[in-house]
């Protein structure tokens, strides 16, 4: 047992110095090889921790949403069709949201404007997310113009700030009362945007949600078990478009690299006859190998994935967050809640150090099998 | 100590470029004495080297090292033995680019997994031995040939071999260094260690530190130069 | 004693190992540390009635990608989210961004 680790750490020695020899180049390949470690392991950490966060946070939508189509086309569904709901059996309850957007050309950017039970705000008063009073440069007690539907400039005051803590839910977003939505976008009160039903039973959501469109064929059912899938989907997909990306560039670098080994030079031939003429097995000339692959790739692994972790839950993502959160000018301050696990390591390792390694072995097989005998008749 | 029993060794058999390096040859060599391979090129002294180092098998009979039988020996064990029993010096010295001296003497005993302080002491001592101690650290590159060739006697002596096979050690050497290489061979031999040099340089065979000169040519033995 | 260069390699190599391990249980006590943030932003989502985190408020579907229509231009299927991709990497030219000029 001592005497093969002992083995091991004279192979690793050798391979070191082998390595050295041609360091300028070797220290490149782990640095390009650290690098496409880092990407790859930044966007699944990123993905992972976002899609963990919303499936946890989006516990609380509610659980299912009906909207009214007209033409193909969400639309104002009237509060009629509140009672129509409530009738069947398992409803609990259903209210009705009243929420729309709105483009601010001053800030460049679009805020939903909802109105809230959850605070008690007079007509003229708002709440706004924080995204917008950095974005407005407007705090509490601040007075906010708006333009209502008829091209009227109506002020609102400012009553609070919406907590940091929620900017990824809230950071868009404008609370108002009511009657204030009402004068903003000169809807009726008679008409909510969508519905929200709360069910008796949970397991009963999906059956509610298909008698309310079976018996309302001019409405579409957003279950809660949906939106979290979507968001599901979605991460998994954008990260996806990165790393498809991405699996190019480690496709171009593992060709680089097999055809590195692949060609073994003359010298390097030559080399392995040497060793096999002074007494290494062709088993040693493989193991030495080995270490040859996984001393770059062992290290380019643990040096990209520990940057990559300080890199998204330290430093805020900084290089990626643009591409993958995507389709925003009002963007969230948020940090994101560490979420890695041993699974998403293991799927790295084997994309990374596995292939590397063989890649390394594999051609050097051929000229490890080398009689020793043959160094001695060239 | 060897014993070649009708060695025959053909290269490519069956295809076109068959080659026959050496015909039903016998040779026994003793222990302890230097023996050297005379012969023009061609005659197949570089091939009877490496049979009689366990580097390669012959096509047909049978080799005995210290009355036991190695011929049909699987490589691992082969190996085993040719580590254990042989130090070899090769014509073009074979040692490793841009690694230092110490580490090329050292790499034969790398597989063994032996301690490694010990083992580099006595790379150490083996360099002192040859007065190349103070280069231990350099590149082998930068060595000129007579230190080189040094360099690979060391290496061939770091698994303490009883025997050392040397091919054609004098073709890179002016004649100064031709006789300290016979006089450091004459050495081992003092020390109980069996020597076998392949050569057709005359400083060689006409030395009185070779005991006995076996004659080739064409792969057979010419003149067994028993005494 | 001197070390060997493998013992360098070693040395170094176990404690990126130890690194990543302490890294991975971090992670681990922080994400426990953070539940109860989370726990207050699902009550946020409950007390507010919403449906999506705001993380594309110039996207097609704005802020409710859960709510998107089912027709869009860049889509490959009714079900399916808008996706041109150059969307997430570069942004409109600064001429679109000031309407009527």
Redesign the interface.
Known sequence: MIKSIEKQRNFIDFTLSSLWRRKGKNLALVMVYTLVVFSLASVMFFTQALKNEASLILEGAPEIIVQKLVAGRHDLIPLAYVQRLKAIRGVEDVKGRHWGYYFDPIGRATYTIMTTGAMSLNDNEIAVGAGISRVRQVFRGNTLLLRTFDGRPTSFLIKGVLSPESELLSSDLILMSATGFSRLFGVSPEVATDLAVTVLNKKEIPTIAAKIVDKNPDTRAITRNEIIRTYDAVFDWRGGIMIAILAGAVLAFLIFAWDKAAGLSAEEKREIGILKAIGWETADVLQMKFWEGMIVSLSSFLLGVILAYFHIFYGSATLFAPVLKGWATLYPDFRLTPFISGYQLAILFCFTVLPYTVATILPSWRAATIDPDVIMRT | MIELKHIRKVFNEGLPNEYIAIHDLSLDIAAHQVTVLKGPSGSGKTTLLSLLGCMARPTAGRIMLAGREITSLPERFLTHIRRQTFGFIFQQYNLLKGISVIENVMLPAYPLGEPFSPLKQQAVKLLELFNLAHKAAAKVEWLSGGEAQRVAIARALVNHPAVIIADEPTAHLDTRLSREFMDIMGDFKAQGKTILIASHDPMVHESEVADRVVQMRDGRIIDAGVS | MTL????V??L??VS??V??AA??L??HI??RG?LP??R????????????????????RY??H???A???AAFQSHPMA?D?F?S???LGPPETL???HD
């Open positions: 060997r260069k493998s013992d390699f070693l170094l190599t990126g190992m690194l990543l890294i991975l971090q992670a922080v994400a953070d943030f989370v207050q932003e699902a009550e946020v989502v409950k007390n507010l009635g919403l449906t999506d985190l705001c993380l594309s408020t110039e996207a704005t802020r990608l859960s709510q229509d089912w027709h989210l996706h991709p969307g997430s990497i961004k000031t309407p």
